[in-house]
């Protein structure tokens, strides 16, 4: 049997194969090292870059919502603080001294000899009238009763409700009006029965207190527990249909506030007298020249 041998034309032809052959592997495999790690670098590097980005959005949302803490916290201090502000500019206003409207008229009254015109006394009606009860000392009456609609709201009628039982007494107040009419008599007057829807249970006399207040009362606070104390005896006034009654005139100045207390001065009485309108009736206060 023969066996075909290989030519010496063949041999450097598989001679250069076969060391191509051996090349090539090398090749090959250093092209796929080359690309494997290529590809191990991109695997690697992209869950590092996530991990990143995922920390920073962690770490944006941290102070996104430590911003939102701090920025609520501020407008609530910014609102106590404006609260408070307000608070105390308020009280800081009641406490304001009341200056007078006629500047030196006194003293030009007192050293020129002026012949002052005549004028008739002056109504003053009461700020308000409030009543507190000793039966329910921390209940706080509303000032005003019957409430009219306006465009912009409501405002009280002008009334002035005088209500005096034997457990419940009226807080009113009065401010002093104009200068040179300062000799001021308070009053009461009731039309005749047939004519007036007030109640008046007899004896009915009213006992007066001046309450020792110069600056202007919060009446929407006013209680029997709130209520000022240290008042002293003023007078007392009888109440009758048909009939106006009033007390001596003291001396009182103009821009002044006038406090006073009305109880009951008998047991078992009781008063219920309303005011109505500009006109002398009710309890109200008359304020008489003086210059």
């Known amino acids: ?32 090292l080359e690309n494997d790690d290529q590809t191990l670098t991109k695997q690697i590097a992209l ?7 995922e920390r920073l959005v962690r770490i944006a949302t941290i102070v996104i919502a430590l911003c939102t803490v701090i920025d609520m916290l501020l407008i609530l201090y910014l609102g106590v603080q404006q609260h408070s502000a307000k608070q105390k500019a308020a009280h800081a206003e009641d ?29 003053n009606h009461a700020r308000a009238f409030v009543q507190i009860s000793s039966t329910e000392p921390n209940k706080v ?13 409501m405002v009280p009628e002008y009334q002035r409700h005088l209500l005096v039982t034997p457990t419940i007494s009226t807080v009113a107040q009065f401010r002093v009006a104009d200068f040179g009419m300062e000799n001021c008599s308070l009053s009461i007057t009731v039309p005749p029965h047939p004519e007036s829807d007030d109640h008046i249970h007899p004896p009915a006399t ?8 110069t600056k202007k009362l919060d009446m929407q606070k006013l209680s029997w527990n709130t209520r000022p104390t240290g008042g002293t ?4 006034l009888p109440v009758t249909f048909g009939e106006t009654y009033r007390l001596p005139g ?42």
């Open 1 to 32: 049997m023969k066996f075909n041998q290989p030519s010496s034309s063949q041999s450097p032809t598989s001679s250069g194969s076969y060391s191509e052959l051996a090349q090539s592997p090398d090749g090959e495999y250093t092209a796929l």
């Open 47 to 53: 869950p590092t870059s996530r991990s990143t980005l």
């Open 95 to 123: 406490e304001l001294e009341i200056r007078s409207p006629y500047v030196n008229l006194a003293e030009l009254y007192s050293q020129t000899p002026l012949k002052s015109s005549k004028h008739n006394p002056i109504v």
């Open 141 to 153: 009456f509303p000032p005003y009763g019957l409430m009219r609609p306006i465009a912009d709201g």
């Open 206 to 213: 009213l006992d007066i207190w001046s309450l020792p207040v």
């Open 233 to 236: 005896f003023f007078g007392t």
């Open 250 to 291: 003291y001396r009182c100045l103009s821009g002044s506030y006038q406090t006073f207390e009305f109880k009951c001065s008998t047991p078992g009485c009781r008063i219920d007298v309303m005011g109505n309108g500009d006109q002398a009736s009710g309890l109200y206060m008359y304020q008489y020249q003086t210059i």
